[in-house]
């Protein structure tokens, strides 16, 4: 569609020069601009965004090359291929000048038409490319942003009247007093115990639409390894009968402790709740493996069936009913969520009854040093 045309730009002092140039790439899919000057060419730079530029080298008054430098300092003409063409300066130190201005190309008249066809068709395809990834990343965004706003207002809008059913409920306890007692006390707790769920359930709702933005947004301070692994275990509050062991990985890295924190949380607390008895051991350990960190979360718990490792990363996913376990079937979803947007991975190596063993891959670029 024509408004969608990509625009070229031709600068030549010279009128037949502009009319051969005009002609060889006119069949191309792009508006053709021309100027006769380099103030010309500058005027037109203000008003257009151009995919590609064709600057003739010498002209009178302000030649090609400085032309070039004027360009690169508006913001919308950096990294815009500029080709430029001359008759006379073919020396090897002009080829390197327009290099150093930032040229992709340094071709001789008279120019051939089909090798200047196809170079500036190669430039003009990148640059609608580009202008389509943009345009699907600004979508992306847009998206994103409803979504975390629909989110915070469902999670809002809902946990008003679970705040005020647990509010009822309380104050129905209080009036009873001692006369609340067998089912119905088991029942008035049933509800309590349902109403946090779903505060629970809503809570992680909102956090895995908010993730896309506060990863790429978060830097997160650096922590020693050793420090970042005992925060972790602390913030689970494992029951005395857990033996939590820390490896040796830990002990020389430097690490940024947001979101890496949330994702090694998550599956450490996994470890502790889905554990089926008192006492248990649960090790988390890391070590480097190329670009990236290779951290493992291991348990001696019940296991996971090989047909349920997928399953689990999904969405409000749980492998027992939630009047069995509590929880959201949010977490290792989450988990997944923030390696996406990392770069990172996780997996899941685990058979019923001999414990599970999660690893994850994570890139020293998003976060470890």
Known sequence: MQHDLANILIVDDRKENLVATEKVLKHLPATLFAAASGNEALSLMLRHKFAVVILDVQMPGMDGFETASLMQEEETMRGTPIIFATAISKEDRYASRAGDIGAVDYIFKPINPDILRSKVKVYLDLYIQREQIMKLNAGLQRSNEELEKFAYICSHDLKAPLRAIQNLSQWITEELGDALNGKSAEYMEELRKRVRRMEKLLD????????????????????????LAEDVVSMTSPPKGFNMIIGSGFSNIRLAAMPLQQVLYNLVNNAIKHHENPHGSVWLDVEEVGNSYLFTVKDDGPGIAPEHHARIFEMFQTLKPRDQKEGSGMG?????????????????????GEGATFRVTWPKSGGAQ
């Open 204 to 227: 992680d709702t909102l956090e895995y639409a908010r993730l896309g933005s506060k990863t790429q947004s978060s830097a997160g301070d650096e922590v020693e390894g050793r420090a």
């Open 332 to 352: 290792l979803a989450i988990v997944k969520k923030i390696l996406a947007n990392c770069g990172g991975d996780v997996s899941v190596h685990s058979h019923l």
